[in-house]
């Protein structure tokens, strides 16, 4: 991607581990002080920087075990051709993209915004389809999905609820446990409501930059069917399923996503 944009990643990254253990104190004592006032806004913005700070070791352990695409590879520069200058930045919020040379239509996003694209996303669909999909991870962001389901896999589903211990566990992962924990978070599905708001978010966000939505209705549409030739192969129990299979578990009811979006 861009020079200035991987350098903000690296540093951000870099500062957090070289600080870590001084934030980390200080996050645990910060839970102590808030343990019984779930829900306060000072203990929704501590349980946000503990969760910044896992998505920063997870975003290191991911790039360390996925073949990132170099910043001079086709995947890579197309990918930055289609955020462009509008979508690095958006409502405040620090976006950071990379490639993974992988043939998964797939994409990854963490509640800091950290989004991984996969090679066989980028194969399959149209740049308007791809910024589509990712317009969509963005609304995910936005609206905290992401943040809840990093919550959720270390079970606590109540996200203002920033006590000691919750704290505690949030700092805990590194090594084989993060690994564990990484395994598990990408496996975690949206509900249909979520993918609403995020399709609605996504809607907005391209009009807003003077795209249309058709790419959006296609996306889904293309994915329905997708999920549609899974449920087949799920079912036949020999067949294989399609290269979409990882990212529609995720986010699923596509075809009925794609109609709605007409209306968006």
Same mark, same amino acid.
């Given at each position: 991607?861009?020079?200035?944009? #991987? #350098? ?14 001084? #934030? ?11 343990s019984n006032a779930a829900g306060t806004v000072a203990g929704d913005i501590a349980l946000?920087?503990? !969760?910044? %700070? ?13 073949? +990132? ?6 995947? %890579?520069? @197309?990918?930055?051709?289609?955020? /462009?200058?509008?979508? +690095? ?30 090679? /066989?996303?980028?194969?399959? #669909? ?6 589509? !999909? ?12 992401? @943040?809840? =389901? ?14 000691a211990a919750q704290l505690e566990k949030l700092l805990s992962f590194s090594g084989e446990?993060? /690994? ?5 978070? +990408?496996?975690?599905?949206? %509900?249909?409501?979520? =993918? ?11 009009k807003k930059n003077g795209k249309s939505t058709d790419a959006l209705v296609s996306v ?28 529609? @578990? !995720? ?14």
């Open positions: 991607m861009k020079k200035n944009l #991987f #350098f903000v990643v690296v540093i951000s990254v870099f500062t957090v581990f070289n600080v870590n253990a001084q #934030f980390g104190k200080a996050l645990k004592n910060v839970g102590k002080a808030v946000d920087m503990a !969760v910044n %700070t896992l998505s920063a070791n997870i975003v290191v352990y991911l790039d360390k075990n996925n073949p +990132v695409a170099a910043e001079d590879s086709p995947y %890579t520069i @197309r990918l930055d051709s289609i955020v /462009g200058e509008n979508f +690095v930045n958006v409502d405040g919020l620090g976006l950071y993209y990379k490639v993974y040379e992988n043939p998964e239509i797939n994409i990854l996003t963490l509640p800091d915004g950290y989004i991984r694209v996969y090679s /066989g996303l980028l194969d399959a #669909f149209t740049n308007d389809e791809v910024l589509a !999909v990712i317009a969509t991870q963005i609304g995910h962001v936005a609206s905290k999905d992401a @943040r809840g =389901n990093l919550l959720k896999v270390t079970g606590k589903d109540q996200a203002g609820n920033a006590a446990k993060l /690994g564990t924990f990484v395994n598990e978070l +990408v496996q975690v599905p949206y %509900t249909d409501e979520q =993918n609403k708001v995020a399709d609605k978010y996504a809607a907005a966000l391209l889904l549409t293309k994915l329905g069917k997708m999920e549609a030739t899974d449920a087949e192969a799920l079912q036949a129990e020999t067949a294989e399923t399609s290269s979409a299979y990882k990212l529609n @578990r !995720v986010s699923s009811n596509n075809s009925l996503r794609a109609s709605l979006a007409k209306s968006y």
